[in-house]
Protein backbone atom coordinates (compact mmCIF):
# COMPACT_ATOMS: atom_id res chain seq x y z
CA UNK A 1 0.00 0.00 0.00
CA UNK A 2 2.63 2.32 0.43
CA UNK A 3 3.12 3.28 -2.93
CA UNK A 4 -0.70 3.35 -3.72
CA UNK A 5 -0.81 7.38 -4.48
CA UNK A 6 2.17 7.36 -6.62
CA UNK A 7 0.83 4.57 -8.62
CA UNK A 8 -2.72 6.07 -9.42
CA UNK A 9 -0.50 9.88 -10.40
CA UNK A 10 1.87 7.76 -12.56
CA UNK A 11 -0.65 5.77 -14.54
CA UNK A 12 -3.45 8.36 -14.95
CA UNK A 13 -1.30 10.59 -17.27
CA UNK A 14 -1.46 9.47 -21.50
CA UNK A 15 -2.19 12.44 -23.51
CA UNK A 16 -0.39 15.91 -24.37
CA UNK A 17 -1.23 19.33 -24.52
CA UNK A 18 -2.25 21.19 -27.53
CA UNK A 19 -2.29 24.58 -27.78
CA UNK A 20 -6.06 24.84 -27.31
CA UNK A 21 -7.14 22.85 -24.42
CA UNK A 22 -10.44 21.20 -24.46
CA UNK A 23 -9.99 19.01 -21.37
CA UNK A 24 -10.83 20.29 -18.69
CA UNK A 25 -11.36 23.79 -17.08
CA UNK A 26 -10.72 25.87 -13.38
CA UNK A 27 -13.49 23.87 -11.17
CA UNK A 28 -12.81 20.67 -12.18
CA UNK A 29 -13.04 17.91 -9.08
CA UNK A 30 -12.71 14.23 -9.67
CA UNK A 31 -12.59 11.75 -6.58
CA UNK A 32 -11.72 8.32 -7.15
CA UNK A 33 -12.07 5.08 -4.75
CA UNK A 34 -9.06 3.05 -3.91
CA UNK A 35 -9.22 -0.60 -3.59
CA UNK A 36 -6.48 -3.37 -2.60
CA UNK A 37 -8.49 -6.68 -3.43
CA UNK A 38 -11.55 -6.27 -1.88
CA UNK A 39 -10.78 -4.11 0.75
CA UNK A 40 -11.54 -0.20 0.60
CA UNK A 41 -8.06 0.91 0.99
CA UNK A 42 -9.03 4.70 0.28
CA UNK A 43 -9.47 7.51 -1.81
CA UNK A 44 -7.82 10.11 -4.14
CA UNK A 45 -9.14 13.64 -5.09
CA UNK A 46 -7.92 16.03 -7.92
CA UNK A 47 -8.61 19.84 -7.86
CA UNK A 48 -8.10 21.71 -10.70
CA UNK A 49 -8.36 25.66 -10.09
CA UNK A 50 -6.73 29.19 -11.40
CA UNK A 51 -4.52 31.27 -9.87
CA UNK A 52 -1.48 33.78 -10.80
CA UNK A 53 2.00 32.65 -9.77
CA UNK A 54 5.08 35.00 -10.74
CA UNK A 55 2.46 37.45 -12.34
CA UNK A 56 1.24 34.55 -15.07
CA UNK A 57 -1.98 33.33 -14.85
CA UNK A 58 -1.76 29.22 -13.92
CA UNK A 59 -3.50 26.38 -13.52
CA UNK A 60 -2.89 24.77 -9.82
CA UNK A 61 -3.74 21.66 -9.65
CA UNK A 62 -4.36 19.53 -5.70
CA UNK A 63 -3.76 16.25 -5.67
CA UNK A 64 -4.56 14.34 -2.08
CA UNK A 65 -4.51 10.60 -1.43
CA UNK A 66 -5.60 9.08 2.14
CA UNK A 67 -6.08 5.72 3.87
CA UNK A 68 -9.31 5.00 5.12
CA UNK A 69 -11.59 2.17 7.10
CA UNK A 70 -9.65 -0.66 8.72
CA UNK A 71 -6.95 0.25 5.86
CA UNK A 72 -5.74 2.69 8.20
CA UNK A 73 -5.24 1.65 10.97
CA UNK A 74 -2.34 -0.43 9.88
CA UNK A 75 -1.25 1.84 6.99
CA UNK A 76 -2.08 5.63 7.24
CA UNK A 77 -1.30 6.96 4.34
CA UNK A 78 -1.43 10.97 4.11
CA UNK A 79 -0.24 11.96 0.52
CA UNK A 80 -0.22 16.08 -0.78
CA UNK A 81 0.82 16.53 -4.75
CA UNK A 82 0.21 19.65 -5.95
CA UNK A 83 1.51 21.68 -9.37
CA UNK A 84 1.53 25.08 -10.65
CA UNK A 85 1.67 24.82 -14.44
CA UNK A 86 0.70 27.12 -17.56
CA UNK A 87 -2.47 27.37 -18.96
CA UNK A 88 -1.55 27.45 -22.47
CA UNK A 89 0.94 25.57 -22.91
CA UNK A 90 1.25 23.35 -20.11
CA UNK A 91 4.39 24.02 -18.55
CA UNK A 92 5.24 23.19 -15.00
CA UNK A 93 6.41 25.70 -12.70
CA UNK A 94 6.87 24.54 -9.59
CA UNK A 95 5.49 21.27 -8.03
CA UNK A 96 4.51 20.31 -4.30
CA UNK A 97 5.36 17.04 -2.78
CA UNK A 98 4.32 16.07 0.86
CA UNK A 99 3.47 12.31 1.65
CA UNK A 100 3.34 10.46 4.45
CA UNK A 101 3.25 6.73 3.89
CA UNK A 102 3.05 4.40 6.79
CA UNK A 103 5.86 6.64 8.17
CA UNK A 104 8.11 7.02 5.12
CA UNK A 105 7.89 10.71 4.63
CA UNK A 106 8.68 13.81 2.36
CA UNK A 107 8.48 17.10 2.20
CA UNK A 108 9.99 18.61 -1.19
CA UNK A 109 9.16 21.76 -3.37
CA UNK A 110 10.63 21.88 -7.06
CA UNK A 111 10.98 24.74 -9.12
CA UNK A 112 11.65 24.89 -13.30
CA UNK A 113 13.21 27.10 -15.44
CA UNK A 114 12.47 26.05 -19.05
CA UNK A 115 15.25 28.39 -19.89
CA UNK A 116 17.87 26.54 -18.54
CA UNK A 117 16.42 23.20 -18.56
CA UNK A 118 16.16 22.59 -14.99
CA UNK A 119 14.54 21.90 -11.74
CA UNK A 120 15.52 23.26 -8.47
CA UNK A 121 14.36 20.75 -6.08
CA UNK A 122 14.24 21.87 -2.04
CA UNK A 123 14.05 19.17 0.52
CA UNK A 124 12.89 20.46 3.81
CA UNK A 125 13.22 16.96 5.43
CA UNK A 126 16.71 17.19 5.27
CA UNK A 127 17.38 20.69 4.99
CA UNK A 128 18.78 20.94 1.68
CA UNK A 129 18.67 21.52 -2.26
CA UNK A 130 19.73 20.59 -5.32
CA UNK A 131 19.86 21.26 -9.12
CA UNK A 132 19.31 18.92 -12.10
CA UNK A 133 19.48 18.83 -15.69
CA UNK A 134 16.24 18.08 -17.47
CA UNK A 135 14.65 17.84 -20.86
CA UNK A 136 12.59 20.92 -22.27
CA UNK A 137 9.35 19.37 -21.78
CA UNK A 138 9.63 17.53 -18.82
CA UNK A 139 6.89 17.70 -16.72
CA UNK A 140 5.90 16.81 -12.81
CA UNK A 141 3.72 13.96 -11.96
CA UNK A 142 0.58 15.64 -11.37
CA UNK A 143 1.16 18.35 -13.94
CA UNK A 144 1.05 15.68 -16.66
CA UNK A 145 -2.16 14.38 -15.95
CA UNK A 146 -3.46 17.66 -17.52
CA UNK A 147 -0.71 18.30 -19.96
CA UNK A 148 -1.17 14.70 -21.44
CA UNK A 149 -5.26 14.96 -21.59
CA UNK A 150 -5.19 16.54 -25.04
CA UNK A 151 -2.83 14.86 -27.65
CA UNK A 152 -3.64 16.10 -31.40
CA UNK A 153 -2.65 12.46 -32.22
CA UNK A 154 -5.26 10.83 -30.04
CA UNK A 155 -7.95 10.71 -32.61
CA UNK A 156 -5.57 8.92 -35.34
CA UNK A 157 -3.87 6.50 -32.64
CA UNK A 158 -3.66 2.32 -34.00
CA UNK A 159 -3.91 -0.50 -31.53
CA UNK A 160 -0.73 -1.37 -30.25
CA UNK A 161 0.43 2.10 -31.11
CA UNK A 162 2.67 3.94 -27.99
CA UNK A 163 3.05 7.52 -26.78
CA UNK A 164 6.08 8.78 -24.52
CA UNK A 165 6.69 11.92 -22.05
CA UNK A 166 9.52 13.05 -19.96
CA UNK A 167 8.35 12.96 -16.32
CA UNK A 168 10.30 14.29 -13.68
CA UNK A 169 9.81 12.31 -9.57
CA UNK A 170 12.42 11.39 -7.03
CA UNK A 171 14.94 12.95 -8.04
CA UNK A 172 15.56 11.85 -11.81
CA UNK A 173 14.31 11.89 -15.28
CA UNK A 174 12.29 8.95 -16.33
CA UNK A 175 10.58 8.51 -20.17
CA UNK A 176 7.14 7.37 -19.57
CA UNK A 177 5.13 5.14 -22.35
CA UNK A 178 1.83 4.09 -22.78
CA UNK A 179 0.18 1.59 -25.52
CA UNK A 180 -2.93 2.21 -26.90
CA UNK A 181 -5.12 -1.38 -26.64
CA UNK A 182 -8.13 0.10 -28.61
CA UNK A 183 -11.58 1.04 -27.13
CA UNK A 184 -13.69 -0.68 -24.77
CA UNK A 185 -16.91 -0.10 -23.17
CA UNK A 186 -17.07 -1.14 -19.23
CA UNK A 187 -19.67 -0.74 -16.87
CA UNK A 188 -19.12 2.15 -13.54
CA UNK A 189 -21.67 3.32 -10.87
CA UNK A 190 -22.85 5.68 -13.21
CA UNK A 191 -23.92 3.43 -15.75
CA UNK A 192 -21.93 1.78 -18.90
CA UNK A 193 -19.57 4.16 -20.77
CA UNK A 194 -17.20 4.28 -24.10
CA UNK A 195 -13.56 4.09 -22.86
CA UNK A 196 -10.22 4.20 -24.56
CA UNK A 197 -8.12 1.60 -23.37
CA UNK A 198 -4.01 2.25 -22.27
CA UNK A 199 -1.69 0.00 -21.05
CA UNK A 200 1.62 1.55 -19.30
CA UNK A 201 4.88 0.62 -19.58
CA UNK A 202 6.39 0.99 -16.00
CA UNK A 203 9.87 -0.26 -14.25
CA UNK A 204 9.02 -3.87 -12.68
CA UNK A 205 10.73 -4.96 -9.50
CA UNK A 206 9.75 -2.67 -6.26
CA UNK A 207 6.19 -1.83 -6.88
CA UNK A 208 4.90 -4.13 -10.35
CA UNK A 209 4.55 -7.45 -10.82
CA UNK A 210 5.40 -7.01 -14.25
CA UNK A 211 6.20 -4.27 -17.09
CA UNK A 212 2.83 -4.17 -18.65
CA UNK A 213 0.72 -4.88 -15.13
CA UNK A 214 -1.17 -1.58 -15.27
CA UNK A 215 -4.27 -0.84 -17.25
CA UNK A 216 -6.27 2.30 -17.41
CA UNK A 217 -10.02 3.09 -19.33
CA UNK A 218 -10.40 6.75 -20.26
CA UNK A 219 -13.58 8.31 -21.39
CA UNK A 220 -13.79 8.31 -25.45
CA UNK A 221 -14.72 11.85 -25.08
CA UNK A 222 -13.43 15.21 -25.00
CA UNK A 223 -12.99 14.84 -21.72
CA UNK A 224 -10.59 12.32 -21.83
CA UNK A 225 -11.42 12.12 -17.86
CA UNK A 226 -9.55 8.57 -16.55
CA UNK A 227 -12.71 6.30 -15.17
CA UNK A 228 -10.87 3.13 -14.07
CA UNK A 229 -7.11 2.13 -13.49
CA UNK A 230 -6.28 -1.60 -12.39
CA UNK A 231 -2.49 -2.16 -11.41
CA UNK A 232 -1.28 -6.26 -10.64
CA UNK A 233 1.36 -5.31 -7.63
CA UNK A 234 4.26 -7.81 -6.38
CA UNK A 235 1.45 -8.63 -3.51
CA UNK A 236 -2.09 -8.03 -4.59
CA UNK A 237 -3.85 -6.11 -6.68
CA UNK A 238 -4.68 -2.15 -6.60
CA UNK A 239 -7.83 -0.55 -8.29
CA UNK A 240 -8.86 2.70 -8.74
CA UNK A 241 -12.62 4.16 -9.42
CA UNK A 242 -14.29 7.39 -10.53
CA UNK A 243 -17.03 7.80 -7.56
CA UNK A 244 -17.66 11.42 -7.92
CA UNK A 245 -17.32 14.44 -10.54
CA UNK A 246 -17.84 17.83 -11.23
CA UNK A 247 -16.95 20.71 -12.98
CA UNK A 248 -16.07 18.78 -16.30
CA UNK A 249 -15.09 21.11 -19.12
CA UNK A 250 -17.66 19.30 -21.46
CA UNK A 251 -20.32 16.75 -21.12
CA UNK A 252 -19.85 13.24 -19.76
CA UNK A 253 -22.27 10.20 -21.45
CA UNK A 254 -23.21 7.30 -19.18
CA UNK A 255 -25.69 5.01 -20.06
CA UNK A 256 -28.21 2.89 -17.87
Do not use: C
Request: avoid cysteine; charge should be positive.
Amino acid sequence: MRKIIFILLLILPFLQLNAQNSAFQSGENLKYRISYGLVNAGFATLKLNSTTYNGKKVFHSKGHGYTSGVTKLFFKVNDDYQSYFNQINGDSYRFIRKIDEGGYTKNQEGFFDKKKNSVLVKDYKNNSEKTFTVPNNIQDILSAFYYLRNHEKIASLKKNETIEIDMFFDDETFKFKLKFMGKEEIKTKFGKINTLKFRPYVQSGRVFKEDESLTMWVSDDENKVPIKVQASLVVGSLKAELIEYSGLKNEIVFKK
